[in-house]
């Protein structure tokens, strides 16, 4: 079975810095995909950005982007430039492939950005 | 509007009663899915759907049961025996996730029991 684990709870930035939020994952697969979504407080699940796994090179997505390192299984987002509108829980999801196509959720970070 | 609709948006249970929480999406979506979510515990799965008529038990299907008869409608039943069921309930789809294509979600549901 996949895990994926967010080992922050919680972090802080400071408004127009940038901020990386970590993490790892557990899996026997060879290609998956890996994703992170943004839940404000309205409690509405935003894709933040998604990465294939047989794809060498990091998504970007406006501010955000990830570093996918397959070999550490490791996926972390980097929000640049943060604004107040950023405020939010972060979860990372990995999802298999076929019979295994659903996510699993680490348990989320909370994210505040600091006027 | 294309989209995914959940109903109730907020419910209330009394202990013994099953409760049905709806999901109707227009997207021609073939998968659709549960995830419950509590304070601290990230989303679990439910059940899941890849086609009509079919539905498999995710991370926490005791007390739960669903159904699949139109490929628009998945809804999830809240039965008596899910004993700690108070928490926001997320239903999702998605075109050909085994392709990894996005998986979307409603708007979500609450459930408290009284």
């Known amino acids: 079975a996949q895990t994926v684990t967010q080992s922050q709870p919680e972090m802080s930035v400071q408004e127009a810095e940038t901020v990386t939020l970590s993490c790892t994952y557990d899996?026997?697969?060879?290609?998956?995909?890996l994703f992170w979504y943004k839940q404000p407080p309205s409690r509405q699940m935003i894709l933040v950005i998604r990465?294939?796994?047989?794809?060498?090179q990091n998504a970007t997505e406006n501010r955000f982007s990830v570093n996918f390192q397959k070999a550490a299984k490791s996926f972390s987002l980097k929000i640049s430039d943060s604004q107040l509108g950023d405020t939010a829980m972060y979860f990372c999801a990995f999802m298999g492939t076929g019979a295994n196509s659903k996510l699993t959720f680490g348990k989320g970070i909370t994210l505040s950005v600091r006027p | 509007d294309g989209g995914i609709t959940q109903s109730p948006k907020y419910l209330f249970r009394k202990e013994g009663q099953n409760v049905t929480l709806s999901c109707e999406q227009n997207l021609n979506h073939d998968a659709m899915y549960w995830y419950r979510q509590d304070p601290g515990q990230g989303l679990r799965l439910i059940y899941y759907s890849q086609i009509v008529n079919d539905f498999q038990k995710g991370d926490i299907a005791e007390g739960y049961s669903v159904s699949r008869e139109k490929k628009e409608s998945f809804p999830l039943t809240v039965t008596s025996a899910q004993k700690n069921p108070t928490a926001f309930y997320l239903c999702a789809s998605s075109m050909r996730p085994a392709m990894g294509n996005t998986i979307y979600f409603g708007e979500g549901s609450w459930l408290t029991v009284v």
């Open positions: 899996t026997s697969e060879n290609n998956y995909y």
């Open positions: 990465q294939e796994a047989y794809k060498q």
